[in-house]
């Protein structure tokens, strides 16, 4: 290989081909504002923690960093259950938060994402919902309650379904109709080609630029013939755009070094040259 293959070997992206091997591809961020009742209640519950973690980081304790910014990035798309954050070490209470929304009340994002599956199954498109919440924080049993209430069909792809039989899992749901499947990002990151789903919807992002990379481009592949579509939603005026931010931040970095120039939809949140990792620091401290 390495004398009569490499040689003549020249490695190129799909994009670079030319031919419209690839339909086109398009990546938008959409900011999306919480109720009235919602925001209140996560300024009161950024404000307790932020103060809380204040005090730990001037004893030099760093223990609650991570409890902090884990529940202010999920509450606004959890908030529909009561919230209750403990010190993992002492294990008193820190603060308490009652569910903001019953369980056949629409939040503002879970708004957003109907109205976008609505428009897209109007033009004969099927779309693929990432939540990252598929676990203790479980947002994709709601997700699939809400959507079918508008009449879409649904299917949830969960991690007990084998990564052998998730191809195959899914052709099954298309042969049944569906409008919608929802999942983690993380369970089909690799080895899926999902061409039927040409319309991506993103709740979170997460931290994995890989994983996110990936999940994206799960529909933009060869033999896509309809525009692929991603969305980004993010709750204004929370810890969730300021992760969008430093994934903005990660995927630049990672898209110049390999020799591209950005054009993520994301790319509107990274308006400054700060390192996001700072920038997130800094959000949590002066909430």
């Known amino acids: 290989v390495l004398r009569c293959v490499l040689p003549f070997t020249v490695f190129l992206k799909l994009k670079d081909i030319g031919g419209n091997v690839l339909p086109p591809y398009d990546e938008e961020f959409r900011e999306v504002a919480m109720d009235t009742a919602q925001a ?3 300024r009161d519950l950024a404000g307790r923690l932020t103060q ?11 223990t609650l960093l991570g409890v902090v910014l884990n529940v202010l990035l999920a509450w606004p798309d959890c908030c529909f259950r009561s919230e209750t954050v403990v010190h ?15 369980e056949l009340e629409v939040m503002p994002k879970e708004r957003e994402l109907i109205e976008i599956c609505k428009q897209e199954k109007a033009e004969g498109r099927k779309t693929l919902v990432y939540s990252v919440y598929t676990g203790t924080r479980d947002t994709t049993s709601r997700l699939k309650v809400l959507l079918e209430q508008e009449g879409f ?16 899992w899914i052709a099954e749901q298309l042969d049944r109709g569906i409008d ?44 896509q013939k309809q525009p692929v579509r ?32 950005p054009e993520s939809g994301l790319d509107v949140l990274n308006q400054d040259g700060d390192s996001v990792e700072v920038a997130l620091a800094r959000q949590l ?3």
């Open 40 to 42: 209140a209640a996560y």
């Open 52 to 62: 809380e973690l204040k005090q730990a980081l001037a004893k030099r304790d760093t």
């Open 88 to 102: 993992p070490r002492t294990r008193n209470t820190l603060a308490f938060v009652p569910a903001q929304f019953n």
């Open 153 to 168: 069909k649904v299917a949830v792809l969960r991690a007990s379904v084998d990564a052998s039989r998730r191809e195959d």
């Open 180 to 223: 919608v499947l929802i999942t983690n990002p993380e369970l089909v990151k690799t080895g899926l080609d999902l061409l039927e789903f040409p319309t991506i919807v993103f709740l979170q992002s997460g931290y994995n630029v890989y994983s996110l990379q990936q999940a994206a481009r799960r529909s933009w592949r060869i033999g």
């Open 230 to 261: 991603v969305i980004y939603l993010g709750y204004a005026n929370s810890s969730q755009m300021t992760c969008l931010g430093l994934m903005a931040r990660k995927i630049m970095v990672s898209q110049s070094t390999s020799g591209d120039v």
């Open 285 to 287: 401290v002066t909430v």
